[in-house]
């Protein structure tokens, strides 16, 4: 290659962020032939303190949402102060800021969430009335529904406060995404990784979002080797089905689709915040045959069908989901 790649990295500044900056940097550098030496010239992390960061204290519904830690690094694509932003994808708004594009999903990392308690045990060993800590509406609905006597503690901050609030006792048990945990390392960490049976995870959870400025060729071009076009399709399902709920923090909501031999099988369920109703879908589609921007247009009609199909089956409940 003559000209020698060059790309400015934007994450977020907590070391989650930092990690996954640093593993779509390994990725670009293999896929456009960087040797790992040269790599951290090539392709420099720059790092952000978002408002999210910024606020730790409030449930992310009350402080505004989760475009609140994608703000100032979209802001920074846009100023041209970086040239690509890496993000995870369950925690980016339904819609993009004009001038900007979803330019790769690397191939996912484990989907699945992960409960955590200090004597190493499932929610159901939990005793009566335990203190579940965690800040997410869909991860609060979903452990109340399994058992509705415990009680949700408020459990903000990076994966690394979580788990120091909980060995610090602030819980007798939370979840955290394993994606995060084996990112991180922290693969020691005592954990349960749970089937998506059990607790169905976010939707977008376990892939990351390579943006970048839709000008932006060289960019685009870079990015492109590094898409994983199963992780794309399911999450262009995935997405369209939280886009057709209007995917507020308020709404709990989970699902995941996965794309094997051919076939794109989607899951998702929507749940009232005390987990006392809950409704659940699943449905297969077809892909063979099918060219790459007809697959994309069938995974983004199946997320939103589902979407339609559970509206319609939660009724006015619906409403009471999405409002409260
Ligand atoms: N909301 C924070 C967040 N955003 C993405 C991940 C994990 C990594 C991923 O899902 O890609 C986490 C931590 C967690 O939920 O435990």
């Known amino acids: 290659m003559s000209d020698r790649p060059y790309l400015r990295i934007a994450t977020r500044r907590s070391p989650l962020a930092v990690a996954q900056g640093e593993m779509v940097r390994a990725r670009l550098a293999a896929a456009l032939g960087v040797d790992a030496a040269a790599a951290e010239e090539a392709f420099p992390i720059l790092t952000f303190v978002t408002t999210g960061d910024r606020q730790q204290t409030g449930s ?23 040239d690509i932003a890496v993000h995870s994808m369950k925690d980016l708004p339904a819609e993009m800021p004009t001038g900007l594009i979803q330019a790769a999903t690397p191939p996912r990392d484990d989907p699945r969430d992960a409960f955590l308690s200090p004597g190493g045990g499932t929610l159901d060993d939990l005793p009566q009335g335990a203190r579940v800590g965690t800040s997410s509406v869909r991860r609060a609905a979903q452990a109340l529904r399994r058992r509705p006597d415990l009680s949700i503690v408020e459990m903000r901050g990076n994966v690394q406060t979580r788990l120091g609030k909980l060995e610090a006792g602030a819980a007798d048990g939370t979840f955290l ?55 794309e399709l399911a999450t262009a399902a995935e997405r369209a089905f939280v886009a057709a709920l209007d995917g507020s923090c308020r709404t709990p909501m989970a699902g995941l689709a996965q794309v094997r031999g051919g076939k794109l099988h989607f899951e998702a369920q929507i749940l009232t915040l005390d987990g006392k109703r809950a409704m659940r879908r699943e449905r297969t589609i077809a892909l063979h045959g099918r060219d790459h921007d007809d697959c994309l247009l069938d995974a983004i009609a199946a997320g939103a069908e589902m979407a339609q199909e559970l509206a319609e089956e939660a009724g006015p409940l619906l409403v009471e989901m999405l409002s409260r």
Do not use: H, W, Y
């Open 177 to 231: 995404a394993e994606a995060g945990l084996v990112r991180l390392g922290r693969t020691d960490v005592v954990r349960r990784v749970l089937e998506p049976d059990v607790m169905l995870p976010a939707l977008g959870q376990g892939v990351l979002c390579v943006q970048s400025r839709e000008d932006d060729e060289a960019a685009r071009a870079a990015c492109g080797a590094i898409n994983d076009v199963p992780t």
């Open 60 to 82: 992310l519904a009350e402080i505004g949402g989760k475009g609140l830690f994608v703000k100032e690094i979209e802001m920074a694509l846009l100023t041209k102060e970086a």
